[in-house]
């Protein structure tokens, strides 16, 4: 049983809000593709290591930080109870969930939006979702299913929603962790319950456009878009099918059974060329073949073992055929897209931590790759299809969660302004990453 990450949402960035390249306004940047346009990525470390340009008290969460400007919002949990457990019980635990909007020039709040919740969720440390810049708006969603939309520069609530009370069900068992996708004026995002697995809201008011679809569980993927047969795809994985609709009705185009252990269906699914992939727990994958005429697809091949990766803890990105990820072992995997073939696997990058459930996260610069492990390790490296080439390594924040008898830090960082930014259970720090990063 392993993680609520990997939600990277890669294939409609022409329609998204237009933001400055040094923003990231959402999960995995400015255009979802894990990709940090910064004309000067870092190519070493100092000896001394990084050293934060500041640094504010956070509490409890998963959710990366978005910023925009001279700004970062972050969502957290304060709750008095000991909420750093497993809970696969689900007991409840009562505390409140905060947004927090920060100044990105000394680090303090200036402003911040609470209200009660009671997590009866598996790891109920925090919220997974990482805030959704779109123009003078803020989305956030919470591990209890509260959608808000506030006002980014003010926090101002402009409208509410509690999926599982709008739509009669109830939380996965990891919590709401599947980001929404903001297009124009609307917002798509995973509710669960009956005909509504994925829902179309009305950003401006939250009024349903449409709802779409049912699974056994809501799983974990965001919606994505692609381009595929003639016309616009919304790819909406379940943990009993992957499915493809209408954005403008609902209407199904496609659908093909899959089945997900423990409900644990998380990555975005990637494509190149026809094909795309999708993989989960338990050495689940299935390779489908999109038709380029009409939106239609048929299966080259699923859950054949040693194959591809299931990739349940961070998202894995396709590079020119390629697709580079880390599978549930703990180690990261090259892979051919088409066949399946794996080039090579490594556990280097999590080591020395046992490779079981080991992660990081992967940002692909101009010059190379920056990981951030689950040990609170920054790492630059190269990936190609000929291995993984290490650079250098530092250490920059302590993890302050556990999992599966160890310490770990599970927060995807954000890369804007020259700095990452990034979180624990405790602190969020801002660490400038190249020499002209300033305000």
């Known amino acids: 049983m392993q993680r609520f990450f990997g939600l990277l949402l890669g294939f409609f960035a022409t329609s998204i809000h237009v933001v400055q390249a040094e923003d990231w306004p959402h ?103 990482t805030p959704i810049v779109d123009g003078d708006r803020l989305f956030t969603l919470g591990a209890e299913g509260d959608l808000y939309c506030l006002n980014a520069s003010t926090g101002t609530v402009l409208w509410s929603k509690n999926l599982k009370k709008a739509y009669n069900t109830d939380s996965p068992l990891w919590g709401y962790a599947g980001h929404p996708l903001v297009v124009g004026n609307l917002l798509y995002t995973l509710a669960g319950g009956n005909g509504s697995h994925i ?49 403008a009705t609902g209407k199904e185009y496609w659908s093909f059974p899959y089945e997900a252990s423990n409900g644990s269906i998380i990555m975005t699914p990637v494509t190149s060329g026809p094909y795309l992939f999708i993989g989960g727990y338990s050495r689940k994958n299935l390779l489908l073949k999109l038709n380029d005429q009409k939106p239609t697809a048929t299966k080259v091949w699923q859950d054949v073992a040693k194959k591809a990766i299931s990739p349940v803890n961070v998202q894995p990105m396709v590079i020119d055929g390629i697709v580079y990820g880390f599978d549930e072992t703990g180690e990261l995997l090259a892979f051919e897209i088409e066949s399946g073939k794996r080039l090579w696997e490594t556990s280097k990058p999590v080591s020395p931590r046992p490779v079981q459930s080991g992660t990081a996260f992967i940002v692909r610069t101009e010059k190379n790759f920056i990981l951030f492990n689950d040990s609170g390790e920054l790492i630059l490296a190269n990936l190609s299809p000929s291995g993984y080439e290490e650079i ?21 960082p954000a890369f804007a302004n020259g700095s990452i930014y990034v979180r624990n259970d405790e602190k969020l720090l801002c660490i400038p990453l190249v020499a002209t990063a300033s305000k």
């Open 27 to 129: 999960w995995m940047g400015p255009n979802r593709d894990n990709v940090w346009t910064v004309s000067n990525p870092p190519t070493s470390f100092p000896s001394s290591g990084l050293k934060p340009r500041w640094q504010t008290a956070v509490a409890g969460g998963y959710a990366g930080p978005a910023v925009v400007g001279s700004k970062v919002y972050v969502t957290d949990f304060v709750s008095d109870s000991n909420v750093k457990v497993d809970n696969f019980g689900r007991r409840s635990f009562s505390g409140s969930e905060r947004v927090l909007c920060i100044d990105d020039t000394d680090g303090k709040v200036v402003w911040k939006v609470e209200y009660p919740v009671t997590y009866t969720i598996s790891y109920p440390a925090g919220p997974r979702c």
């Open 199 to 247: 829902v179309c809201l009305n950003k401006n008011t939250g009024e349903e456009v449409w709802r779409s679809g049912t699974g056994k569980e809501q799983g974990y993927v965001p919606p994505s878009i692609i381009q595929a047969g003639g016309t616009k795809q919304l790819i909406a994985p379940s943990a009993s099918a992957i499915t493809s609709v209408d954005p």
């Open 392 to 412: 250098a390594r530092t250490k920059i924040i302590e993890p302050t969660n556990n999992a599966f008898g160890r310490d770990v830090v599970w927060c995807a």
